[in-house]
């Protein structure tokens, strides 16, 4: 048996090859959708294994030896299963000619090549056929005789049932159970859950099929769903695999060492000097979860701190931040420059932390966000922190990230947990963007309503095990 794989722009195309190079008889084991790009045009291309036995290719080679050029390229637009009656009837003809050769071996040689010349005759299915004479010489009589008329050749032998031997059947039994184990290995490949390997043994269980389902209902991004499960499947035996409670505690295993988490208040500053930025989109509570922060610092922690409002474009109207400020009797400044913040925390510097609020700028505008990444610039040491709503669209944070990456945050600070159950989200960013999350603001209350960031509190969101 021969198995050879072929490659075209089409289907068809590769289907057209298969019969011209293998036979009407070949049998198609696998097709093949390739993405990538074929020749010159950079288009995707098939790719189709086909298996063709010994016997049935050197049938066919043997018969288009045979053929005339133009009926070779008549038989070739045959349909496949007409074109395999001619070959089959052609096979017949032989067969029976080499079987009156071996009965005539002891008859002299004048009458072996009259008997060859009568049944070169016989074998001649067209009526009109002239019959080759006795007196040709055996040199110019064809091996196969070829009819005069092939339309009606191949219309008799489309219409004949011929038979093939016992082991041509056999083997194409065994190609047809083949070509069934193929079939359902693919079914069973494409059955498969995207979360297993394609080399895993195993099948998937009513335990990882759900824990999958709440992992992309809570949120998570399916890549990092899969990368998930994958791992938890990995890790456990197959005992536990159909165990929910097990594939619950793995999965909370796994988000647990893969959730990175930073504490915002941590002081790694020289000359006890921290400064805090908070930059985000329009709507995302950022000025609002500032206040809560630098409430707790003042209140709580007891700490000395100030409050700067970043200003690029025309005053905004209500300033908000300067009626906290007054409120909690700490500095409060306005800048629009590089210059005026680089005076403004050195006016400041008494202070243990400064919390700096910055504009939203359009996701359009790489002016706007390249005069705020100026600014900030100027003091190299502040920590920027990136703010993000739970119940904004999962595309608009991706490009609320992409765009404010380009000030090169250090943190993910997520608002309005309270308001929202897709809890994945906040693990897909921070795996995307590669960042620790350091808070979760939980309400609008100042004094209140937000919590520091665990891995703990996320997994329990994620897998609704509160």
């Given at each position: ?6 490659e ?33 045009m950079?288009?995707?291309s ?88 006795s ?83 809570s949120?998570?991004e ?15 035996n ?95 400044r ?14 400041m ?55 404010y990456?380009q ?60």
């Open positions: 048996m021969q198995v050879k794989k072929f075209a722009p089409t289907l068809q195309e590769a289907l057209d090859t298969i019969k011209r190079e293998l036979g009407p008889e070949a049998i198609i084991l696998q097709t093949k959708q390739n993405r990538r790009g074929f020749g010159l950079s288009k995707g098939v790719e189709v294994t086909a298996a063709v036995s010994g016997r049935s290719l050197d049938k066919k080679t043997q018969v288009e030896k045979r053929l005339p050029d133009a009926y070779t390229q008549k038989v070739n637009a045959l349909p496949a299963n007409k074109q395999a009656d001619i070959y089959e009837s052609y096979l017949e003809k032989r067969i029976e000619k080499e079987n009156v050769q071996l009965s005539s071996t002891n008859q002299n040689y004048n009458n072996q090549k009259k008997r060859t010349a009568v049944r070169y005759a016989d074998i001649e299915d067209d009526e009109n056929t002239v019959a080759a004479e007196t040709v010489s055996e040199e110019t009589i064809p091996r196969f005789a070829v009819p005069s008329r092939i339309d009606s050749a191949m219309e008799s032998y489309s219409n004949s049932k011929s038979e093939g031997n016992s082991a041509l059947r056999e083997e194409i039994e065994n190609l047809k159970r083949l070509v069934e184990e193929l079939k359902a290995n693919i079914s069973r490949d494409r059955n498969k859950p995207d979360f297993l390997d394609s080399d895993s043994p195993f099948a998937a269980t009513d335990a990882l099929q759900e824990a999958y389902e709440v992992l992309l209902h949120g998570v399916k890549r990092f769903a899969v990368q998930i499960m994958r791992e938890t499947a990995r890790n456990l197959i005992e536990a695999r159909a165990d929910r409670e097990s594939v619950l505690d793995a999965i909370a295993d796994r988000l647990l060492k893969q959730t990175e988490i930073k504490n915002f208040f941590e002081n790694t500053s020289v000359n006890n000097l921290v400064l805090h930025a908070f930059i985000g989109a329009s709507g995302v509570g950022k000025t609002t979860l500032l206040a809560k922060l630098a409430t707790h610092s003042a209140r709580n922690r007891n700490e000395k701190m100030g409050v700067i409002r970043v200003q690029i474009g025309a005053d905004e109207g209500v300033d908000s931040l300067s009626v906290f400020s007054k409120a909690l009797h700490v500095p409060y306005v800048v629009a420059s590089a210059e005026e913040l680089q005076v403004a925390i050195q006016d510097s008494q202070c243990n932390r400064i919390f700096i609020d910055t504009p939203s700028v359009s996701l359009r505008d790489q002016n706007a966000t390249q005069r705020l990444s100026n600014i900030l610039s100027v003091a190299p040491q502040i920590k920027k922190h990136l703010v993000l709503s739970c119940t904004t669209r999962d595309f608009e944070n991706q490009e609320q990230a992409r765009v990456s000030l090169k945050p250090e943190s993910i600070l997520f608002s309005r947990m309270d308001e929202t159950f897709s809890f994945g989200s906040v693990y897909s960013i921070s795996s995307r963007l590669r960042l620790p999350v350091s808070i979760f603001s939980t309400g609008k209350k100042v004094t209140g309503d937000w919590e520091a960031a665990t891995a703990e509190r996320l997994a329990a969101s994620i897998l609704n095990i509160l």
